[in-house]
């Protein structure tokens, strides 16, 4: 027995657990469910998860999780992706919570409508480019002095962080402009061995 992940491959917060489960060495078995041909919405997905979204975890003994940041917090509890240190688990959290409200909202939305919905970026909401762009600059500045996001070592808050942001081009942000990111991209990859 395995843990089932219900996942779509195009989506940042999909692969989110299937980073972290691979790098913590978490068995589990992959679903895929097709989010553009409506496969989160059916009555069966809906009674796991009434949010009608994936990345969805039902456990071995059948009880479900959502949201990508629950699950990755779930499974890594005790591992070496969660700092022991207080002060930096809590830095760890503020980089999740900020990706939810303030990253992938414009990030990873502006990603999705250019790639998946055919808009041109000129016909994106202009509070999404300008917002997009406001968060990588806040990662860039924070990526300058540091290799990881929290301390020195690979995190939750970097699985996180990374999944939209490395496909950031395909929602028209040039990360050229973002030289410590894209340092930052290529070791978290290397780290994932993605
Ligand atoms: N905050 C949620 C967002 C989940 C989400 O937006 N899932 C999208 C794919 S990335 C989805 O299932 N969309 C299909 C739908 O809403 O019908 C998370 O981090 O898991």
Not at 2 to 31: E, M
Not at 123 to 128: C, H, R, T
Not at 154 to 163: E, G, K, Q, S, Y
Request: hydrophobic share 45%.
């Amino acid at each position: 027995m395995s843990i089932t992940v219900f996942g779509d491959s195009i989506s940042g917060n999909c692969l989110k657990v299937k980073w972290t489960a691979d790098r913590i060495g978490v068995p589990y078995r992959w679903v895929e469910t097709d989010v553009l041909k409506g496969e989160s919405r059916t009555p069966d997905f809906m009674a796991r998860n009434p949010a009608g979204q994936v990345p969805l975890v039902v456990l071995e003994d059948g009880r479900a999780l959502a949201q990508s940041n629950a699950i990755i917090l779930h499974l890594a509890e005790g591992s070496d992706l969660i700092p022991k240190d207080s002060y930096e688990r809590a830095k760890m959290f503020e980089w999740l919570f900020w990706e939810q409200y303030s990253h992938e909202p414009y990030v990873a939305v502006a990603r999705f409508q250019m790639a998946y919905l055919g808009k041109a970026r000129a016909d994106l909401n202009p509070k999404i480019v300008e917002r997009g762009k406001a968060a990588l600059a806040r990662l860039e500045m924070a990526l300058e002095g540091s290799p990881f996001l929290v301390g020195h070592d690979l995190t939750l808050a970097d699985i996180a962080l990374v999944a939209y942001t490395r496909v950031a081009h395909e929602g028209g942000f040039d990360l050229a402009d973002y030289p410590a990111i894209q340092r930052w991209i290529v070791r978290v990859e290397a780290a994932l061995g993605l």
